[in-house]
């Protein structure tokens, strides 16, 4: 993560100065930390969040929402981020994806993928992101190693945009 060097002024009341100094205490935060961790939560948070949103629904658009939070992370941001998620709830093709999705970001960004990820079982029989059966050939062939090994079959990943 790049180091802190813009500073952001706002004016709030004394009383609420300090409050915030009180719930920044109590949270064992600076009050930078604090107001930041409201505005921008953490990645992990942010992205368990979104694992809990693909678990109750399949929208693809909250996979692009995982996409860029994974593609916006330091290498270290991005290790802690998904060291602890859990993606135990998610259908087992969209479980593989996550996780491929994951792998391929950590292969980016030069971090071992997280050790939970070796207990997500491949899918047994191939996913194709597209239906047309003329493409297939070219996505087997253009699919990110990550993928592949998951039995998931796309041309564009973490990084990329369609």
Same mark, same amino acid.
């Given at each position: @993560? ?26 064992? @935060?600076? &009050? ?18 979104? &694992? ?5 629904? %399949? %929208?693809?658009? &909250? ?22 998620? %859990? ?13 491929? @999705?994951? $792998? ?6 030069? $971090? ?6 070796e207990d997500v079982?491949?899918? $047994?029989?191939?996913? !194709?992101? &597209?239906? !047309? ?17 998951r039995n998931l !079959? ?5 990084? %990329?945009?369609?």
């Open positions: @993560m790049a180091g802190k060097s813009d500073q952001l002024q706002i004016r709030v009341s004394p009383a609420d100065k300090a409050a915030l100094k009180r719930l920044a205490r109590r949270a064992g @935060m600076d &009050v930078s930390a604090y107001v930041l961790s409201l505005v921008r939560p953490p990645a992990a948070a942010a992205l368990a969040d979104l &694992v809990r949103q693909l678990a109750r629904e %399949d %929208d693809r658009y &909250v996979l692009s929402e995982v996409h860029d939070l994974l593609a916006s992370l330091a290498p270290a941001e991005f290790t802690t981020a998904v060291a602890r998620l %859990d993606v135990g709830r998610l259908p087992p093709w969209l479980r593989n994806y996550v996780t491929a @999705m994951i $792998e391929h970001a950590a292969h980016q960004k030069g $971090e071992p993928p997280p050790a939970w990820a079982t491949p899918l $047994e029989r191939p996913w !194709f992101a &597209v239906t !047309f059966p003329r493409l297939r050939p070219y996505l087997l062939r253009a699919a990110p190693v990550a993928f592949k090994r !079959f796309v041309d564009a990943t973490v990084g %990329d945009r369609v």
